[in-house]
């Protein structure tokens, strides 16, 4: 872009280098070359002076940041798939566009939900810590380490999005049946590819699968989706994966379903308060009976250059006077 017309934007925490480099040969870019997030007043004023914002799941673009938003702001490129992070209705409203990074991350999350649905009844991360740990390995015995067989189980999928299509296509090649929930039944052609059975009440599910994956975006009608009551129609062999949003299921619930033995266990990516996680939480993975990862599902080279390429096609796209390829409209 011609030096006059470039855009201005700021990027919120480290992106890689490429794209940095290239952000900043297109585009008037400020960098965040410290890599903590911005606090609300900074992102406050990164708004008042900038034409595209950069953020990621770490940054909260609230209405009250929108609101703080100069004439010159047109963009918010997120930096990721899921968008609960921004106020999408408020930026509509002011006539700011919204983007995000869809399919670049798809394979690498679903095949980081397979891991996870593997790790919790093959019980993965104790026998690593066993191996790693001072006391070490005390020999092979034939009933030592005894996990479940995943392969002839049911999985629950709930959100038959792009994500859950790509988990539901793993999983099948793992022997899985695959189950779904969805608010909208899937196309014909793609029940038929993943022999896959879909429920329009998610409270019966719930209570026939073996496996429950969550992979639906967080909104205020998915916020505590997986609560108290429904954790409790659950089979007591059932286990969790939730690689999406933590807030889709209430945590001190499942922290009493998984002590009590309720159900058996669950393999978390993410968590209501990131980065923070209790210490019943720790506790219960101490136990074995939980897997905990630090949202690291879609923690690729490959995926993370692609998501830059795409923020950069979004403001290019929008800047040329078109219609970005990512934009998300708001949701009633
Ligand atoms: C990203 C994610 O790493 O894209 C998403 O929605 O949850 C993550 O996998 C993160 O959000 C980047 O902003």
Known sequence: MPKATRPSVVVTRRLPDGIETRMRELFDTELNTEDTPMTQHQLGSAVAHAQVLVPTVTDKIDADIIDRAGDGLKLIAQ???????????????????????????????????????????????????????????????????????????????????????????????????????NRKQAHPDLEAELEATYWDDLDQMLARVDIITVNCPSTPATQHMLNAERLKLMKPHAYIVNAARGGIIDEDALVEALREERIAGAALDVFQNEPAVGPAMRHLADAGKLVMLPHMSSATVEARHEMGERVIVNIHTLFDGHRPPDRVLPKD
């Open 79 to 181: 930096f990721g798939n899921g968008v609960d992070n921004i106020d999408v209705k408020a930026a509509a409203a002011r006539g700011i566009t919204v983007t995000n990074t869809p399919r670049v991350l798809t394979d690498d999350t679903a095949d980081m939900v397979m891991a996870m649905m593997l790790a919790v009844p093959r019980r993965l991360v104790e026998g690593a810590q066993i191996m790693a740990s001072a006391q070490g390995w005390g020999g092979w015995s034939p009933t030592w380490m005894m996990g479940q067989r995943v392969s002839g189980k049911r999985l629950g999928i709930i959100g038959m999005g792009r994500i859950g299509a790509a988990v539901a296509r793993r999983a099948k090649a793992f022997g899985i049946a695959i189950h779904y929930h």
